[in-house]
């Protein structure tokens, strides 16, 4: 988007930023032994939710420069100079030189509290029309656009910062299930390259070596310029970044145009938000346009990456992991490796090079092919990405509550699967090498696309021998109902303990169905419950720490209550024979 004469610069072209400190080929291996493994270093703590990285330096840029930029005009009756040094869109996050835009919100106009930014330092405000006639006696220039702020808040918060994004290399991921994993190797592989990288997810953010926790998939488009700025002052080179499709329609990721843009698949999800799936599609697929990326990679194993290749702006790259599909890239020789699987990735054109992911089933193989492919279509050269894998001992990085094993016998597993999609993809992942029972323990979230709660019922008879149905994060929703609406998925009878037929390709079998509440208790219920050789799933919630109920949050890690279950179990007695 354009507003006056202003252009927002993004990079030039597919090129690696010049880093004359980048190790060569010669000193990678000794660097990457050396380098500290994603989820460690220096950790800095969130003590607020209004806590933010922000860079330590910045240059003061004029509001009247601004305002010429992007068209903007400055209301009568306040001053008219002043210089600005980053930008805030709430007020609780401001600090002093900081332009704070003013946006209307569900409840209230963010220019409601522009005394409160004034107060913590903010040197001037941009509103709407609407909000300028709020504002009384601010002391600072109000610049007032024509439309909703929120519409070009990146671009101004990219000027302000002097586009930052220009600097790095970027690679963004975009569909339902598959970003986290997809972002954790990208961010994995460019650092065997010998790249400092930076990360930002719904697991945490990087910068460097400096670690926070995430609040948003995809931050809010003035912290996430911010955030830019901050990797930039740390000599961040590259940067691999989850764009979920809330963000697209929120226009976060506006002043961004990502070096590689990359697509995993698309399954029910969030139509709460988007209505349908078309509209869902169609968010999607603004990241494949000029205004965002330069470049895409679509994997096409499904329709929707079929259709996402062909509604493409921009040049893409296709790859498939399907047997006799035609595509740019393509996987095969996929065979068992450690607890993951190893693949050969191929051109069309010839190029082909071997590697492994550690972590299991075909949807991770996929992950780690579009992580690959999108780092070669970015510019990097086969011959130092296979050298690099090598180093790296392939695509090796863990991922904070995605197929995560906390034990083995019986084998105790925790994944972020909340959908339907990802619910029978972890399932079936798991269900080769189980020789025992296979058990689940999820729900499904309150206030959230209750369309579909029966289908991953459904989805959990058709993977596991045992089902136990609780609650994952209710919000203000009655979690009974939430549960109900699960149940009604997994077949006839009455909770809270039933058997149900299940139908598959090796025929039926009777799958237990349990309802128990609160999670807590369903996890313990289902490890104390689990023999040796059994594997228990507790699928949903991943990585996160809280679990919102009639709006409080309770703290609740999954990982926290399986381990203590774990340790709470007491050795059964052997039968006589």
């Given at each position: 988007?354009?507003?006056?004469?202003?252009?927002?610069?993004?990079?030039?072209?597919i090129?690696?930023?010049?880093?004359?400190?980048?190790p060569?080929?010669?000193?990678?291996?000794?660097?990457?032994?050396?380098?500290?493994?994603?989820?460690r270093?220096?950790?800095?703590s969130?003590?607020?939710?209004?806590?933010?990285?922000?860079?330590?330096?910045?240059?003061?840029?004029q509001?009247?420069?601004?305002?010429?930029?992007?068209?903007?005009?400055?209301?009568p009756?306040?001053p008219a100079?002043?210089?600005?040094t980053?930008?805030?869109?709430?007020?609780?996050?401001v600090?002093?030189?900081?332009?704070?835009?003013?946006?209307?919100?569900?409840?209230?106009?963010?220019?409601?509290?522009?005394?409160d930014a004034?107060?913590?330092?903010?040197?001037?405000?941009?509103?709407?029309?609407?909000?300028?006639?709020?504002i009384?006696?601010?002391?600072?220039p109000?610049?007032?656009?024509?439309e909703d702020?929120?519409?070009?808040?990146?671009?101004?918060?990219?000027?302000?910062?002097?586009?930052?994004?220009?600097?790095?290399?970027t690679?963004?991921?975009?569909?339902?299930?598959?970003?986290?994993?997809?972002?954790?190797?990208?961010?994995?592989?460019?650092?065997a390259?010998?790249?400092k990288?930076g990360l930002?997810?719904?697991?945490?953010?990087r910068?460097?070596d400096?670690?926070i926790?995430s609040?948003?998939?995809t931050?809010?488009a003035?912290?996430?310029?911010?955030?830019?700025?901050?990797?930039r002052?740390?000599?961040?080179?590259?940067?691999?970044?989850?764009?979920?499709?809330?963000a697209?329609?929120?226009?976060?990721?506006?002043?961004?145009v990502?070096?590689?843009?990359?697509?995993?698949?698309l399954?029910q999800?969030?139509?709460?938000?988007?209505?349908?799936?078309e509209s869902?599609?169609?968010?999607?697929?603004?990241?494949?346009?000029?205004?965002?990326?330069?470049?895409?990679?679509?994997?096409?194993?499904?329709?929707?990456?079929?259709?996402?290749?062909?509604?493409?702006?921009?040049?893409?790259?296709?790859?498939?992991t399907?047997?006799?599909?035609?595509?740019?890239?393509?996987?095969?020789?996929?065979?068992?490796?450690g607890?993951?699987?190893?693949?050969?990735?191929?051109?069309r054109?010839?190029?082909?090079?071997?590697?492994?992911t550690?972590?299991?089933?075909?949807?991770?193989?996929?992950?780690?092919?579009l992580?690959?492919?999108?780092?070669?279509?970015?510019?990097?050269?086969?011959?130092?990405?296979?050298?690099?894998?090598?180093?790296?001992?392939?695509?090796?990085?863990t991922?904070?509550?995605?197929?995560?094993v906390?034990?083995?016998?019986?084998?105790?597993?925790?994944?972020f699967a909340?959908?339907?999609e990802?619910?029978?993809?972890?399932?079936?992942?798991?269900r080769p090498?189980?020789?025992?029972r296979?058990?689940?323990?999820?729900?499904?979230?309150g206030?959230?696309?209750?369309?579909?709660?029966?289908?991953?019922?459904?989805?959990?008879?058709?993977?596991a021998d045992?089902?136990?149905?609780?609650?994952?994060?209710?919000?203000?929703?009655?979690?009974?109902?939430?549960?109900a609406?699960?149940?009604?998925?997994?077949?006839?009878g009455?909770?809270?303990?039933r058997t149900?037929?299940?139908?598959?390709?090796?025929?039926?079998?009777?799958?237990?169905?349990?309802?128990?509440?609160p999670?807590?208790e369903?996890?313990?219920?289902?490890?104390?419950?689990?023999?040796p050789?059994?594997?228990?799933?507790?699928?949903?919630?991943?990585?996160?720490?809280?679990?919102?109920?009639?709006?409080?949050?309770?703290?609740?890690?999954d990982?926290?209550?399986?381990?203590?279950?774990?340790?709470?179990?007491?050795?059964?007695?052997?039968?006589d024979?």
């Amino acid at each position: 988007m354009q507003r006056g004469h202003t252009s927002i610069v993004v990079q030039k072209s597919i090129t690696w930023p010049t880093d004359p400190d980048r190790p060569t080929t010669a000193t990678r291996v000794a660097q990457t032994r050396q380098a500290p493994p994603l989820g460690r270093g220096r950790f800095y703590s969130v003590t607020s939710p209004f806590d933010r990285i922000r860079p330590a330096a910045t240059t003061a840029r004029q509001v009247s420069d601004l305002a010429a930029a992007f068209g903007l005009t400055i209301a009568p009756g306040h001053p008219a100079h002043a210089a600005v040094t980053c930008v805030a869109s709430d007020n609780r996050v401001v600090r002093p030189g900081d332009l704070f835009v003013a946006v209307p919100g569900a409840r209230a106009h963010g220019a409601q509290f522009a005394a409160d930014a004034v107060g913590r330092g903010a040197a001037a405000i941009l509103t709407d029309a609407r909000g300028a006639e709020l504002i009384e006696g601010a002391g600072v220039p109000v610049l007032v656009a024509d439309e909703d702020p929120r519409a070009f808040l990146g671009q101004v918060a990219a000027w302000v910062l002097g586009n930052p994004a220009a600097d790095l290399m970027t690679f963004g991921v975009t569909g339902t299930n598959g970003k986290t994993t997809t972002t954790y190797q990208l961010d994995h592989l460019l650092r065997a390259l010998g790249w400092k990288g930076g990360l930002i997810g719904t697991v945490e953010t990087r910068s460097g070596d400096r670690v926070i926790p995430s609040v948003l998939t995809t931050p809010e488009a003035a912290d996430l310029q911010a955030l830019l700025a901050a990797m930039r002052e740390d000599h961040v080179r590259t940067l691999a970044m989850e764009v979920s499709s809330h963000a697209l329609a929120q226009h976060r990721v506006d002043g961004v145009v990502f070096g590689v843009a990359g697509f995993t698949n698309l399954t029910q999800d969030h139509l709460d938000f988007h209505g349908d799936f078309e509209s869902y599609f169609a968010t999607k697929a603004d990241l494949f346009t000029p205004a965002r990326a330069r470049r895409g990679v679509v994997t096409v194993d499904d329709m929707w990456g079929e259709r996402m290749a062909e509604a493409a702006q921009i040049p893409v790259a296709t790859l498939t992991t399907l047997p006799g599909k035609a595509a740019d890239w393509t996987v095969t020789d996929v065979a068992p490796s450690g607890t993951g699987s190893a693949f050969t990735l191929t051109h069309r054109d010839g190029r082909t090079l071997r590697t492994s992911t550690s972590l299991p089933g075909g949807y991770n193989v996929a992950n780690a092919a579009l992580a690959v492919t999108m780092v070669l279509e970015g510019g990097s050269d086969i011959r130092d990405v296979t050298e690099a894998l090598a180093t790296g001992q392939g695509l090796s990085a863990t991922v904070p509550g995605r197929m995560e094993v906390l034990a083995t016998a019986p084998r105790v597993v925790v994944d972020f699967a909340h959908n339907t999609e990802a619910l029978q993809l972890s399932l079936a992942a798991l269900r080769p090498t189980t020789s025992g029972r296979l058990a689940v323990v999820f729900g499904a979230t309150g206030d959230r696309d209750p369309g579909k709660r029966p289908f991953m019922g459904a989805a959990a008879v058709r993977g596991a021998d045992v089902v136990y149905v609780t609650d994952d994060d209710p919000h203000d929703e009655d979690p009974a109902k939430v549960r109900a609406e699960v149940l009604a998925g997994t077949g006839p009878g009455a909770a809270p303990e039933r058997t149900v037929e299940a139908v598959d390709g090796g025929g039926s079998r009777t799958v237990e169905v349990h309802e128990v509440a609160p999670r807590a208790e369903a996890i313990r219920a289902a490890i104390a419950a689990a023999d040796p050789e059994d594997t228990v799933l507790v699928a949903g919630r991943g990585h996160e720490t809280v679990q919102e109920i009639a709006g409080v949050d309770h703290l609740l890690d999954d990982r926290v209550e399986a381990r203590a279950a774990l340790a709470a179990r007491t050795v059964r007695p052997q039968h006589d024979v």
